[in-house]
């Protein structure tokens, strides 16, 4: 029976590529072959490499790849990440014929340790809110979020092992919850975002999408050019946590509290610590701090597309239009009265001797498309913040997946991603509660 490799999340392909269970051409047809019989449906590739050339260009440097890092192993980036020689037209019309002549860092780093692109996911438009065409893997009627669509839906439905994203508001963490796949965001300024297009300069990450917390630790140590190790780590020490439910910045469906309080428990049954969580004012007041900065810095960042005012969607001209009428005055006390909050909260961390925060990734599961990409509320302050953040897929509803979001602090990205480790290896095991 042919085995399903593309099944297989990245550290275990490497082990089976270093072990000779498989070859490199055996597992790339079995993503390509993957992709034929669902992308139909799903629309995740904005721009996808054609096979034998995936397979020329490994052959071409076999020696090179057979000794690196990835071996030659595909990843795949979203529309709004430049590639040498690749349209990168960031859902929309305006650059639909732009062709860059250099890779972004993140794509630089990730072809030198032996990554092989396989392609470009679907954005929405300057990766806000004007869908592109992108359904989500569960179920074709309903959205995938915004705006990492296309690199949610392409990892959650196994055609490709790893992609990047980028999250200005929720555009990772929340595809992830609804697509039902592992989302990472990094601490502001972990990574590099050379050649990634801007939409708001002050909130601007690179994301990376994968369906193991090990892969995407396996990504950040690359891009950081850090010690690898494919090695599960063992059991960690009690860690002290709080909840935030996000109900006091809009509705939150019940199975999605149900979740989180079930987690909660679990966690205190295991040992860990839960503590009362005092600043969900300041969470409210950063939510709306966030939308006022995002609006101003897009406003001034789209200044060509504003020259093609009508090839811009309505969702991109509204935030437009709220940003030039955002003063200069304000936007500043605004970036002030957000550093005042942060340091209210890292002031909680180290007072409550805190290590995470635990939270719902999205207000609940995907809604119909004919709704939009979904709320973002569940992200922005953590996102203004430049917290590092995780989601993972420890929930369903209605056969939909759901995630649940853990924050830690800042530059503390590994011990975060150590701990969401954790979860995975207990909470989708078949014992959990959360188990499906």
């Not at 396989?118 to 065409?133: D, H, I, L, N, R």
């Not at 690359?222 to 996000?246: E, W």
């Not at 001034?300 to 709220?322: G, K, P, W």
Request: aromatic share 8%; charged share 15%; with cysteine.
């Amino acid at each position: 029976m042919k085995r399903q490799w593309f099944k297989l999340p990245l550290h275990q392909l490497l082990h089976a590529l270093h072990s000779g269970q498989a070859s490199l051409p055996e597992i790339v047809a079995s993503f390509y072959e993957r992709i034929a019989l669902r992308d139909d449906k799903i629309g995740a590739w904005q721009y996808l490499i054609d096979q034998e050339d995936y397979l020329a260009e490994y052959e071409s440097r076999s020696d090179f790849y057979k000794a690196s890092p990835l071996m030659g192993l595909p990843f795949a980036v979203k529309d709004v990440i430049d590639t040498a020689g690749i349209p990168t037209s960031m859902g929309s019309a305006i650059h639909q014929d732009r062709i860059p002549d250099m890779d972004a860092s993140c794509v630089t780093a990730i072809k030198a340790a032996g990554g092989i692109l396989m392609g470009k996911t679907v954005t929405t438009e300057f990766a806000y809110f004007q869908a592109g065409k992108t359904n989500n893997p569960h179920d074709a009627e309903r959205t995938p979020g915004g705006s990492s669509s296309g690199s949610a839906a392409a990892v959650a439905d196994f055609m490709v092992p790893v992609a990047f994203g980028t999250q200005t508001a929720a555009s990772v963490i929340r595809p992830a919850s609804y697509c039902g796949c592992t989302g990472y965001v990094g601490t502001r300024n972990e990574f590099s975002l050379r050649n990634i297009q801007p939409l708001a300069q002050s909130l601007d990450s690179l994301g990376i999408l994968s369906n193991d917390v090990l892969d995407t630790l396996l990504l950040r140590n690359l891009l950081l050019h850090k010690p690898l190790n494919l090695a599960a780590p063992g059991t960690q020490s009690s860690s002290v946590f709080t909840m935030f439910t996000g109900q006091a910045l809009g509705e939150v469906q019940d199975k999605m509290l149900e979740t989180l309080q079930a987690c909660q428990q679990d966690l205190i049954g295991q040992g860990h610590q839960c503590v009362d969580f005092p600043l969900q004012d300041s969470i409210v007041e950063l939510t709306s701090l966030h939308a006022q900065i995002m609006a101003y810095e897009v406003a001034r960042n789209l200044v060509y597309e504003q020259q093609h005012h009508d090839s811009l969607s309505a969702h991109v001209q509204s935030l437009i239009r709220m940003g030039l009428a955002f003063p200069y005055k304000d936007y500043i006390a605004a970036l002030r009265r957000a550093d005042t909050l942060k340091q209210r909260l890292l002031d909680w961390f180290e007072q409550a001797g805190a290590d995470f925060i635990l939270a719902p990734a999205a207000a609940g599961i995907a809604p119909c498309k004919t709704e939009g990409t979904g709320v973002p509320f569940m992200s922005r302050a953590w996102q203004l913040l430049g917290l590092p953040v995780v989601s993972l897929p420890l929930g369903y509803a209605q056969k939909m997946p759901m995630g649940l979001q853990l924050i830690g602090k800042p530059h503390q990205d590994d011990d975060l991603l150590l701990q969401a480790l954790q979860f995975q290896q207990h909470f989708l095991s078949t014992d959990s509660v959360l188990a499906v």
